[in-house]
């Protein structure tokens, strides 16, 4: 054997690259238009939170839902009680899903985006039901003073700004890796 060939055997392994947390090229983390995001969600958890409190358990606890799903009743209608029920459940399961959202975001999951989308999809798709659904009651609809509408046109264009912003943005992309 030749000496560079046993200096070649004895050699030890090359010794591993410390490893480096690498930063993402160009923008990341919590901050720009995210902000935005982080204030709209905690309105969100708020806004349902209030709102389960003051306006849809009261309604399951008083006379207001005999008075809305007897027949004896004049207020009476068959889809009060399907439409109160689905908004309860799907406020309490909006509050969960929201407050998830809030855990994804601020672990910087991976998932996020999708979250989001799924976030202002459901809100733009249950608003729309739940606005046909009154509309079929009477004495909802009589009531219908053009806020509903103004909530839909909102998720819209919110849906039409956002989504196309987590599915795009370089910053999101950057910052929602773990």
């Known amino acids: 054997m030749t000496k560079q060939y046993k200096d070649v055997l004895s050699m030890e392994p090359p010794i591993e690259e410390q490893k480096r947390d690498y930063r993402p090229l160009g923008v990341s983390g919590l901050g720009g238009w995210l902000i935005l995001i982080q204030i709209g969600l905690f309105l969100t958890i708020v806004m349902l939170a209030v709102q389960l409190i003051q306006q849809i358990v009261p309604i399951f606890t008083t006379e207001t839902w005999e008075l809305l799903t007897s027949k004896q009743s004049d207020y009476y209608h068959p889809l009060w009680g399907p439409v109160l029920i689905f908004e309860l459940v ?28 799924i976030f202002y999809s459901v809100s733009l798709v249950v608003g729309i039901i739940d606005y ?16 509903s509408m103004r909530e839909i046109v909102k998720s819209v264009l919110t849906c039409a700004i956002w989504i196309p912003y987590f599915i795009k943005s370089v910053r999101v992309r950057n910052t929602f890796v773990n």
């Open 90 to 117: 799907y406020n309490v399961l909006f509050l969960l899903f929201s407050l998830y959202t809030v855990f994804a975001f601020y672990s910087k999951k991976a998932i996020l985006p999708r979250l989001m989308i």
């Open 132 to 147: 046909l659904l009154l509309l079929q009651i009477p004495m909802a609809s009589e009531l219908e003073d053009g806020s």
